[in-house]
């Protein structure tokens, strides 16, 4: 038997999340019918994240033990070609050792949230990413994101189903950046793609997306860097803001 580490992209949008449910289709159940077609063998495919339904990954990490004989390429594209038509790919196939687990081997984890603030509704970008018509302050969003870099209490931003058995987290990175700006053809205006990066080694539910709601406040205007701060001691999820949506949020990369 060979232990497995895929590397995986995909589309959120039409999944459940990453995890099998009763209510949906999920990417792990399109995975493991994917290694069913292949090998007929049943497996779990263990993840390194559980993405929400609505959320995308670039850089999804998992595993997979295999009684069938193969070499990483052929496994690679095997799924691929049973995963059709589903918005998954299988970007990478490496044997690991067998201790070798994705979720609980990780040392750490990259997400990215994108944010397009223009006036016009999304038509490209529909679904992967956050539409924000109201201009923001990149310069006071990245202030704002400042003052949560470290080990705190994030009680403010955790989501009432977390199951963590402690609020207390150390958040490497939170920066925002600017993105693309580009004028949109024969209109002269101006399209800001705002991104924001997280890294930790593992995050609240709900983390990422409810300090980016809280950040959007800030970029309007409505709270100042300050406010992060205040939010942050509060230890309450009522001080925050709103959660932002799924289809902002892509799980970028699992450091091992």
């Not at 970007?91 to 050792?97: D, N």
């Not at 679904?127 to 870099?149: Q, S, T």
């Not at 399209?191 to 930790?200: C, F, H, N, R």
């Not at 609240?204 to 709270?223: A, C, D, F, I, T």
Request: proline letters at 4%.
């Amino acid at each position: 038997m060979t232990r497995w580490k895929l590397t995986i992209e995909y589309d959120g949008t039409d999944f459940v999340g990453w995890q099998r449910q009763d209510n949906g289709y999920s990417v792990q159940q399109a995975l493991e019918e994917a290694v069913l077609a292949f090998s007929g063998e049943s497996v779990e495919v263990q993840g390194a994240g559980r993405t929400d339904s609505g959320v995308h990954a670039s850089g999804q990490a998992a595993h997979l033990d295999l009684l069938r004989e193969s070499d990483a390429r052929t496994l690679r594209d095997a799924l691929n070609f049973h995963l059709k038509p589903h918005a998954v790919a299988v970007l990478a196939a490496e044997e690991a050792p067998a201790d070798f687990h994705a979720r609980f081997s990780a040392k750490g984890r990259k997400y990215l949230y994108r944010i397009v603030n223009r006036r016009a509704p999304l038509a490209l970008d529909r679904g992967r990413a956050w539409f924000v018509p109201r201009p923001l302050d990149i310069e006071a969003m990245a202030l704002g994101a400042e003052r949560l870099v470290g080990r705190h209490d994030f009680t403010s931003f955790r989501a009432a189903e977390c199951q963590a058995k402690s609020p207390e987290k150390t958040l490497d990175v939170l920066s925002v950046l600017p993105g693309l700006d580009r004028a949109r053809a024969g209109t002269g205006e101006a399209q800001a793609v705002v991104e924001i990066v997280a890294e930790a080694r593992s995050f609240l539910y709900h983390q990422v997306r409810n300090m980016v709601g809280s950040l959007k406040l800030v970029g309007e205007g409505k709270w100042t860097p300050d406010d992060m701060t205040r939010v942050l001691a509060a230890r309450d999820r009522r001080a925050a803001g709103p959660t932002a949506p799924p289809d902002g949020l892509y799980l970028t990369q699992v450091v091992y």
